[in-house]
T-cell receptor, first 109, second 115 residues
Framework: AQRVTQPEKLLSVFKGAPVELKCNYSYSGSPELFWYVQYSRQRLQLLLRHISRESIKGFTADLNKGETSFHLKKPFAQEEDSAMYYCARLNFGNEKLTFGTGTRLTIIP | NAGVTQTPKFRVLKTGQSMTLLCAQDMNHEYMYWYRQDPGMGLRLIHYSVGEGTTAKGEVPDGYNVSRLKKQNFLLGLESAAPSQTSVYFC??????????????FGQGTRLTVV
């Protein structure tokens, strides 16, 4: 099974400090990976996708095939970044979209 | 543009009762997904559909059935609800994510409690 692992369930970071949310995937060719975010009382929404290589809300994520990782980073945390973050992987063959267990990020003022 | 709409938003069921959750999308998406969200477990795929009239099992299909009779609707059924099915259920839809679709769009969720 193609798995997505987010090792941190909870992460607290001071405002202005750098943020890194970890995501590792099981190796299988060229994966397509996503980061989704869920703010309090809102639906999940796409934060960024590997193939688009865009930076959204100051977040970036680089695919490291050697380490099979797709960590999400932001240089300076803001209070509005407090949310639940999910890493997800697409299986190209059957279009299954599989999510990790999520990391709840709390920004400390 | 409503996007993805789930009905109902909240429901309390007694053990053994049945119910159907409705997901409706107005974006003409081929693909639709049902997930459940549980603390510490993240989002787990229950069933999904790659087109009208087709369904496939996800990671945790047991105890659920689905139907996709119309392209815009994806129904999730619980034939005999159990307390272990207490969860928040999310529906999502997309164009093919491997052939041009940019993202899966999510509904607002249905909070189901089985007592």
């Amino acid at each position: 099974a193609q798995r997505v692992t987010q090792p941190e369930k909870l992460l607290s970071v001071f405002k202005g400090a750098p943020v890194e949310l970890k995501c590792n995937y099981s190796y299988s060719g060229s994966p397509e990976l996503f980061w989704y975010v869920q703010y309090s009382r809102q639906r999940l929404q796409l934060l960024l996708r590997h193939i688009s290589r865009e930076s959204i809300k100051g977040f970036t994520a680089d695919l490291n095939k050697g380490e099979t990782s797709f960590h999400l980073k932001k240089p300076f945390a803001q209070e509005e970044d407090s949310a639940m973050y999910y890493c997800a992987r697409l299986n190209f063959g059957n279009e299954k979209l599989t999510f990790g267990t999520g990391t709840r990020l709390t920004i400390i003022p | 543009n409503a996007g993805v709409t789930q009905t109902p938003k909240f429901r309390v069921l007694k053990t053994g009762q049945s119910m159907t959750l409705l997901c409706a999308q107005d974006m003409n998406h081929e693909y639709m997904y049902w997930y459940r969200q549980d603390p510490g477990m993240g989002l787990r795929l229950i069933h999904y559909s790659v087109g009208e009239g087709t369904t496939a099992k996800g990671e945790v299909p047991d105890g659920y059935n689905v139907s996709r009779l119309k392209k815009q609707n994806f129904l999730l059924g619980l034939e005999s609800a159990a307390p272990s099915q207490t969860s928040v259920y999310f529906c999502a839809s997309s164009y093919s994510l491997s052939r041009g679709g940019t993202e899966a769009f999510f509904g607002q969720g249905t909070r189901l409690t089985v007592v």
